[in-house]
């Protein structure tokens, strides 16, 4: 087995924290929301992405200026056509990543931070299986000791992770 940090947090400060289900809301309504009022930067890590709406509300901001960037399972991106459609052009910018075994294994996060700020995580996939079909969660971490902790894991993927040509 591969060796693995494992980042603890403690928070001295009550910071500000919400939690959506799919089952009493739209989840992608929630972060289409969240990625409009989103002024500086995007930069997000996700398992699965073939949600056209998500995909729309990328493009947007990339148009506003807002600087993104998305790391994308290698693996669900060579098996899901919808996933290369939606990415193809290079109008928001990605990278292929995979798990620690390297290929075959999986880079399985479902995360997103807005603005170096919000973080939305939890189990829903950019899907419209997990919009349509699933019971599915989504955190919204305000605090700053989680969103530094997201942004070193992000960045530490998006240096390792390949050109999305590989």
Not at 134 to 158: C, G, K, M, S
């Amino acid at each position: 087995m591969g060796k693995f940090q494992i980042e603890s947090l403690t928070s001295t400060r009550r910071g500000k924290m919400e939690i959506k289900f799919a089952r009493s809301e739209s989840v992608a309504d929630v972060i289409m929301r969240l990625m409009h009022e989103a002024s500086s930067s995007i930069d997000g890590a996700l398992y699965r992405f073939n949600h056209p709406g998500l995909a729309q509300a990328l493009e947007e901001a990339v148009h506003r200026g807002v600087h993104v960037r998305l790391l994308v399972d290698g693996n669900k991106y060579k098996e899901s056509r919808t996933t290369q459609e939606l990415l193809a052009g290079a109008i928001i910018p990605f990278r292929l990543a995979f798990g620690r075994q390297g290929r075959g294994s999986k880079m399985h996060h479902k995360f997103v931070i807005l603005d170096r700020q919000t973080v939305l995580t939890g189990s829903y996939n950019w899907t419209l299986e997990s919009e349509d079909e699933n019971h599915e969660n989504l955190l919204i971490l305000r605090d700053e000791q989680p969103v530094e902790a997201y942004t070193r894991e992000f960045e530490a993927l998006w240096s390792g992770a390949g050109r999305n040509d590989s």
